[in-house]
């Protein structure tokens, strides 16, 4: 970069607008886009209003969170089911902001612009800060994730938006096709995340499982699915380790 | 325990069941930023069960989805999310060429085949 600026010369708002910037320059701008584009659709089909969507879009800002959280509470799951299965996706954010937060803090920052700034902090906007940020003056940092994040955001809200019209106004045919985004794009994302054996596993488990359980019309179908699946998957791998 | 979402406001449902149990990683992740070691165990197992549940929900969405796409027959729901995922297979594991392929079969399969 023939642009990075010395501290001196770089304000905050700037910082913030060279992420945001960054942000669109970025190519998870475009899966984003396309994904909450699904996730919209989906929060229309499932009977939620568009601010209630671009409400959780924002409160939320995890994409497997919110498909799990419509999807438990749109079919009546209950409130305790949809939580634990949210948390348990949600722990993989932890060691996300343990990584990222000693690369921007300086002593003078404050918890609660820690606290903030972590909001924004999900896979996309992850890997890019980890990207980015060495170009950017320790004192800038901070603003210049939020600008990233934000500049993440922003679209996400507008594709959410606009999945949910399109939802609500394309003919069957293409309104069943914005709808098919969200399982077909979270399979294929989930299987590239999958490097080690027992992740692949997890998923083939999961996606047998889950329907036995639900067919079963056992209690929580979807939280003990979840569990016995990763707990089948990990067995394996520990079985694979000790007979090594 | 049996609050479902029909219960309370879906706001306040949103907070609990969404938000909160999401944001409360972040909190801990800036208060105890100590590093996770991510091979732990632990750790290996609470990824297998976060993969296994959206997996879960993946088929789900599939087998019995909401709204629009329960107008598809399954039989081209099932093709072609099986052509998309060959395809992601196929072309790089590319996402995006997974996706593109995927609703290529269940438009091009809905208009061929479709009610």
């Given at each position: ?13 700037a910082a ?17 886009f ?37 999807s ?17 996706s ?45 170009q ?8 210049f994730c ?16 606009i ?6 106004r ?6 069943a ?24 596993l ?26 016995t ?16 | ?29 800036v ?7 991510e091979e ?8 297998a069960v976060?993969?296994?549940?959206l ?16 107008s ?13 995922f060959?395809a ?8 995006f060429?997974g ?14 085949f479709?009610?």
């Amino acid at each position: 970069m023939t642009d990075t600026q010395p501290i001196e010369r770089m304000t905050s708002a700037a910082a913030f607008c060279r992420g945001a910037v960054e942000a669109g320059r970025s190519v998870f701008v475009y899966v984003l886009f396309g994904t909450f584009i699904g996730y919209g659709a989906l929060a229309h089909d499932l009977g939620f209003t568009i601010s209630w969507s671009l409400t959780s879009t924002a409160l939320i800002w995890a994409g497997p969170a919110q498909v799990i959280v419509v999807s438990a509470l749109g079919a009546g799951s209950t409130l305790v089911q949809a939580a634990v299965a949210v948390a348990l996706s949600g722990i993989r954010l932890m060691p996300m902001v343990v990584a990222l937060l000693p690369m921007v803090k300086t002593p003078k920052t404050r918890s609660w612009q820690l606290l903030a700034s972590a909001h924004f902090i999900a896979v996309s906007m992850w890997v890019e800060s980890f990207r980015l940020i060495p170009q950017i003056p320790r004192e800038r940092r901070l603003a210049f994730c939020n600008g990233l994040g934000a500049g993440l955001m922003v679209p996400a809200l507008v594709a959410t938006a606009i999945g949910y019209a399109l939802a609500a106004r394309l003919p069957t045919v293409l309104g069943a096709a914005v709808l098919f985004i969200t399982p077909i794009a979270f399979l294929a994302s989930t299987a590239r995340n999958s490097r080690l054996l027992v992740d692949k596993l997890a998923l083939v488990f999961g996606l047998v499982l889950a329907p036995v359980f639900a067919y079963a019309q056992v209690e929580l179908d979807m939280l003990l699915a979840g569990v016995t699946a990763g707990t089948l998957a990990y067995g394996c791998h520990r079985f694979r380790e000790a007979m090594r | 325990m049996s609050l479902t979402v029909g219960d309370i406001d879906p706001y306040l449902a949103l907070v609990l069941a969404g938000f909160l149990p999401n944001e409360v990683w972040r909190w801990l992740g800036v208060f105890f930023a100590r590093r996770i070691d991510e091979e732990s165990e632990v750790m290996v197992w609470v990824r297998a069960v976060a993969t296994a549940i959206l997996a879960g929900v993946i088929a789900q969405l599939v087998l019995t989805p909401p709204g629009g796409l329960a107008s598809v027959p399954l039989a081209i729901r099932l093709a072609a999310i099986t052509a998309g995922f060959i395809a992601f297979l196929l072309l790089r594991r590319s996402v995006f060429a997974g996706v593109l392929c995927g609703e290529a079969a269940l438009v091009g399969l809905s208009l061929l085949f479709g009610p």
